[in-house]
């Protein structure tokens, strides 16, 4: 019996060193178009401005079309609320935790990779800016110094290039969904925010196989 264990045990071990992994860091920018706000002051678009993304992350090739990753990304990312012609914002920050699945197109030996994303994980929203008395468009909410937590969607694909022996050039491009984070801009009395927030960040990148 403990020799069966001792077996099993060091197949699951060599499957596991046989796997190979993959180490990388990307950066981009995020493009946010917002949600529409309806009020008896009128209309106005609630969301965020665009913003620079940096990540990294940690993969794992588990089988011959599929991978796994962990990844985290920090993204700058300023409230805005505009109506008319007029905007108002506010600092803040995001950060996103997730686990991706990778489906690729070819096989993993291809120079050239293509693959598509689905994952989950969490967004943090954080509000940096300094709260006011007044702010502009206070008829359709308010900007908040605040943390709000939202679970995360990530959806997308990219393609990877193999530019060197145990590294890779890879471009991608993903959308991050959440529900909207209505304690971080608080909706005005009377006004009604959409309750989705689509944030689509095309990345570059750079990792290392081993």
Known sequence: MKT???LSFLAAAASCLAQHW????SAGAG???????????????AGFQTGVTFGAFVGQNLYRHLSGEVRYAFMQR??????SGTEATFSGVQH????????????????????AVVGGGLKVFH????????????????????????PLLSVGGGVKFAIAQHLNLRAEFRDFITMFPKELIAPAPGAK???????FVPMIGISYEY
Do not use: C, W
């Open 193 to 199: 925010f959409g309750s989705m927030l689509h944030d």
């Open 96 to 115: 996103a935790i997730h686990y991706d699945v990778l489906i690729h197109a070819s096989r993993k030996e291809s120079r050239v990779l293509p693959f």
């Open 31 to 45: 493009f946010i178009p917002g949600a529409s706000v309806t009020s008896p002051q009128g209309s106005a678009k």
């Open 22 to 25: 993959e180490v990388g860091a």
């Open 4 to 6: 069966r264990l001792t």
């Open 127 to 150: 509000g940096t800016g300094k709260e006011q008395a007044y702010q502009p468009l206070s008829q359709f909410g308010y900007f908040t110094k605040t943390t709000e937590v939202k």
């Open 78 to 83: 300023n409230l805005k609320l505009s109506s």
